[in-house]
């Protein structure tokens, strides 16, 4: 995509995701933006490919669990027992495929960090990584490690991803949830691949 309509198409989806949202989570959705560029700028990826993936990522958020099954099954995602049981975490997916269709989106990278955002996905490349991070970093984040992570993410997008899954596993053990299998895979992945380094 040329500059121009990287520019055209970001200022598009900041329309899409603020129309769609609470002023809270937009609020959440610029600060995501603005800390996913900067990763990308420090990380040597396209900051405003990065910029727009951190805008849609959380668009279809406010949804009824009833849409995003609707929604979700009708355009044949993959639902499986998690998201029937959570359907809030089709909101990725959901966002991808309505930036699709409807924001005629068609960067495979963008889609699929947007898809991927909240469990996050092995194999995931550098822009989904960033965009990974940068949800849990932005600037209103606010909890004991968020600052390690901050410093680790301008070092090593996977590591921080790394931490944060580690972190987010260890949350849901403390509370007695289960942890969505591709959050489970996507830490093996990348664990595997820090032993390999
Ligand atoms: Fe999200
Ligand atoms: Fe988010």
């Given at each position: 995509?040329?500059?121009?309509?990287?520019?055209?198409?970001?200022?598009?989806?900041?329309?899409?995701?603020?129309?769609?949202?609470?002023?809270?989570?937009?609020?959440?959705?610029?600060?995501?933006?603005?800390?996913?560029e900067d990763?990308a700028r420090?990380?040597?990826l396209n900051p405003a490919r990065t910029r727009?993936?951190?805008?849609?990522?959380?668009?279809?958020?406010?949804?009824?669990?009833?849409?995003?099954?609707?929604?979700?099954?009708?355009?044949?995602?993959?639902?499986?027992?998690?998201?029937?049981?959570?359907?809030?975490?089709?909101?990725?997916?959901?966002?991808?495929?309505?930036?699709?269709?409807?924001?005629?989106?068609?960067?495979?990278?963008?889609?699929?960090?947007?898809?991927?955002?909240?469990?996050?996905?092995?194999?995931?490349?550098?822009?989904?990584?960033?965009?990974?991070?940068?949800?849990?970093?932005?600037?209103?984040?606010?909890?004991?490690?968020?600052?390690?992570?901050?410093?680790?993410?301008?070092?090593?997008?996977?590591?921080?991803?790394?931490?944060?899954?580690?972190?987010?596993?260890?949350?849901?053990?403390?509370?007695?949830?289960?942890?969505?299998?591709?959050?489970?895979?996507?830490?093996?992945?990348?664990?595997?691949?820090?032993?390999?380094?």
């Amino acid at each position: 995509m040329e500059d121009r309509e990287n520019i055209y198409a970001t200022e598009q989806a900041d329309t899409f995701a603020r129309v769609r949202l609470s002023a809270k989570r937009y609020g959440h959705t610029l600060r995501v933006a603005d800390t996913a560029e900067d990763l990308a700028r420090v990380h040597g990826l396209n900051p405003a490919r990065t910029r727009l993936a951190a805008l849609l990522h959380d668009a279809a958020r406010e949804l009824s669990p009833n849409e995003f099954l609707d929604l979700a099954l009708g355009w044949n995602l993959p639902v499986g027992e998690p998201e029937r049981e959570s359907p809030k975490l089709l909101h990725g997916p959901v966002a991808a495929e309505l930036a699709r269709r409807e924001l005629g989106v068609d960067d495979g990278e963008v889609l699929d960090a947007v898809r991927d955002h909240t469990t996050g996905h092995p194999g995931m490349g550098p822009l989904s990584l960033a965009l990974y991070v940068a949800d849990k970093i932005e600037p209103a984040r606010d909890y004991p490690s968020v600052e390690r992570l901050r410093r680790l993410a301008r070092r090593d997008l996977r590591g921080a991803a790394a931490e944060s899954l580690r972190r987010s596993i260890a949350h849901n053990e403390e509370r007695g949830r289960t942890t969505h299998p591709a959050s489970l895979e996507t830490l093996e992945w990348l664990e595997e691949a820090e032993k390999g380094a």
